[in-house]
Structure formats: structure tokens, C-alpha cells
């Protein structure tokens, strides 16, 4: 009886998990491999792709960016997390509610604003702004993994330390940051992975100067949809491989203690 409510209740959630995540997938992979004629074509979409003189440019765009935002919000990110376990649960409530607060406000309407501001700096519009827009959008997906795995850390570890007679900071490198790998790794997955795919922003912030893979994906599809399953396929791919590899070594660092 138990288990078949339990099955009652998954229910809703395994048609949705079919309906907006299998079947887009299943899609894309169709599309990959059939030409605009409908045609079974394994290669010629990829070859097609590879003839794009723009994607090169695109792809640089794309790391240059997804690296740098993802460690400045690393930079920015990892003292702020470490600052909130050091505070009491009602001021640490208020300070997670500031940086969760934008989240709630509409992200083109937000990048819309952050570019008015830029405007009335004079700050001009490049890379640059791309990636403060990009930081600004996804630092909070950086704070909240390491926040919650620095939570975690049993204080009785940093406590032995200071036993041994390691100094505060000594135990911090060698206790406290060990520890919170996992939380680093969630974090930077979380950010990298969005900040290179991501559309939108990069066009407003840029003025349309400045593409990511997701702003090739979105215009490429307006005009060869089958182009844009490939690169789409691709993409899904790599970020497979590298949540695999991802998860490999944040599993190996949770069971492997402290250095």
C-alpha cells in the first residue's frame, strides 16, 4: 500500500521529467542527424557546423568568459560563504535573503538595468560588462553550495588543530578548505556551466558585440535548426562528461578526509 502511493506520487513528477527533459533531449539527437529534407544524415550537420567562421570567435567568447566569471565568483564568493558560518542564524538569514532577493526579479529586467547604469557611468560596453553582468547573475550559485558545505564541516576538526598547535590561518588551509572542495566544485559546476551557455546576456551587455554558445545556439536556429541540435548535442555532451568527472572528484575528496 505504501509503495503504491509512493508511486501515486511520483507520477506527476516522472511526466514532467518526460515531457520538458527526455523529450527535448530525444529531439535534439533527431535533428542532430537528419538534414532540412528530413534525410538520415550522421556527419553532415557537424561538417556544416565546422564551416562556421563566426563559431571560433564564439567558442573563445564563450571560455573567456565562463572561466573568468567563474573565478572571480569563486574570489568573491568563498569569503562571503566563510563569513556567514561565523555569524548567528538570524543574521546569517538576513544576509542569505540580500543575495537571494535579486534572484527574484526578473534576469533580462535586471541586465536591462545593470546596462542603464553602465550608461550612465559611461562605463563602455565589451567583455568587460559582459562578464560583471554574468558574475552579477550567477555569484549567489557560487555562495550557497560552499555556504552549505562549510555548514557541514564538524568543528571538532578545526578544534584538533588548534590542539596540534596550528595556528588559525594554518588550520583554515589545512582544514577548512580541504573539507569544503566538494562544496567549491558544486560551485563552480553551477556557474561555469551556465555562464558559457547562457543568451541574452551577453547581447545586452555588448550591444550585440560580443556572442556566447547560447547566443549562436538561439540565432542559429532561427534559420538551420538542425545546425543547432548539433552544436546543442555537443554541448549536452561535454557538460555530461564533465559532471561525470565532476562528480568523480568531488566524491573522492568527500572520502578522503582532510590532507
Not at 85 to 99: A, C, H, P, Q, S
Not at 107 to 121: H, N, P
Amino acid at each position: 500500500m505504501r509503495n503504491t502511493f509512493r508511486k501515486m506520487l511520483a507520477t506527476p513528477y516522472a511526466l514532467f521529467m518526460a515531457l520538458f527533459v527526455i523529450l527535448p533531449i530525444v529531439l535534439i539527437a533527431v535533428y542532430a542527424f537528419i538534414d532540412s529534407d528530413g534525410a538520415l544524415t550522421l556527419l553532415g550537420n557537424f561538417k556544416e557546423l565546422a564551416k562556421e567562421k563566426s563559431l571560433d570567435n564564439v567558442i573563445k567568447n564563450s571560455v573567456i568568459a565562463g572561466l573568468s566569471t567563474s573565478a572571480i565568483c569563486l574570489v568573491i564568493g568563498y569569503p562571503i560563504a566563510y563569513y556567514l558560518t561565523k555569524k548567528e542564524f538570524n543574521r546569517t538569514g538576513v544576509m542569505i535573503g540580500l543575495f537571494l532577493v535579486p534572484m527574484w526579479v526578473n534576469f533580462l529586467l535586471r541586465m536591462m538595468s545593470t546596462k542603464a547604469v553602465f550608461g550612465v557611468l559611461g562605463i563602455p560596453l565589451g567583455m568587460g560588462t559582459v562578464i560583471y553582468g554574468l558574475c552579477y547573475e550567477f555569484l549567489p550559485f557560487m555562495i550557497m553550495p560552499i555556504y552549505t558545505t562549510l555548514l557541514k564541516i564538524d568543528k571538532m576538526y578545526l578544534e584538533g588543530a588548534e590542539d596540534l598547535g596550528a595556528t588559525p590561518i594554518k588550520a583554515f588551509w589545512k582544514v577548512t578548505v580541504p573539507l569544503s572542495i566538494p562544496g567549491v566544485i558544486s560551485g563552480l559546476t553551477m556557474v561555469i556551466i551556465p555562464s558559457i551557455t547562457t543568451f541574452a546576456v551577453s547581447e545586452i551587455l555588448s550591444d550585440n558585440k560580443i556572442k556566447l554558445l547560447g547566443d549562436f545556439i538561439y540565432n542559429l536556429k532561427a534559420y538551420n535548426l538542425n545546425m543547432a541540435s548539433a552544436i546543442s548535442l555537443v554541448l549536452m555532451v561535454l557538460l555530461a562528461i564533465s559532471m561525470i568527472i565532476t562528480n568523480k572528484v568531488s566524491d573522492d575528496e568527500a572520502g578522503g578526509g582532510i590532507w
